[in-house]
T-cell receptor, first 110, second 113 residues
């Protein structure tokens, strides 16, 4: 199956700074890459996604980039706010199955 | 729609006891997934169903784990006998299409003493 690695496992930033979370995948057949945000004690929820035929996608302060050649994709959060503090998961889809990274715990310091 | 519904939300049991987790997927979603979340291993897919039929159970850790989906609106994940290492948050998720993004339930936090 697919192997998704996610870095860093923890990340602390000052409010207003940017945060970047990176994921790599192993199978070039993976074709869809969602990102989930999980607040403490809550369910993971989709925040943004990107398909393999697109290099970049942006939604307000959140953007995702995909490098198919290098098989890595990244989540970028600009102008971070305390409510961005959560665990973020990347995932890769192959053969209609999703494989998740191990998560990044983001803390935004006011 | 209320989203994916799971029960119980919290379960504390003693080693050796049987545990049953329950899930109601979003109406109209043909795919149902059971995930386990731990600090060490993150989110792991245990099993998924399509139209009530188990498709891939390769993630089920061992014979102590079993899952059923008797109809389109209900699934169970059973652990018998439970062990302390089974302590985790168990998420049920559903999706409408093959390869569609999973919508997660609130999870069941299981503690096995």
């Amino acid at each position: 199956g697919e192997n998704v690695e996610q870095h860093p496992s923890t990340l602390s930033v000052q409010e207003g700074d940017s945060a970047v979370i990176k994921c790599t995948y192993s199978d070039s057949a993976s074709n869809y890459f969602p990102w989930y945000k999980q607040e403490l004690g809550k369910r993971p929820q989709l925040i943004i996604d990107i398909r393999s035929n697109v290099g970049e996608k942006k939604d307000q302060r959140i953007a995702v980039t995909l490098n198919k050649t290098a098989k890595h994709f990244s989540l970028h959060i600009t102008e971070t706010q305390p409510e961005d503090s959560a665990v973020y998961f990347c995932a890769a889809r192959i053969d209609n199955q999703f494989y998740f990274g191990t998560g990044t715990s983001l803390t935004v310091i006011p | 729609d209320a989203g994916v519904i799971q029960s119980p939300r919290h379960e504390v049991t003693e080693m050796g006891q049987e545990v049953t987790l329950r899930c109601k997927p979003i109406s109209g979603h043909d795919y149902l997934f059971w995930y386990r979340q731990t600090m060490m291993r993150g989110l792991e897919l245990l099993i998924y169903f399509n139209n009530n039929v188990p498709i891939d159970d390769s993630g089920m850790p061992e014979d102590r784990f079993s899952a059923k989906m008797p109809n389109a609106s209900f699934s169970t994940l059973k652990i018998q006998p439970s062990e302390p290492r089974d302590s985790a948050v168990y998420f049920c998720a559903s999706s409408q299409l093959a390869g569609g993004m999973p919508f997660f339930g609130p999870g069941t936090r299981l503690t096995v003493l």
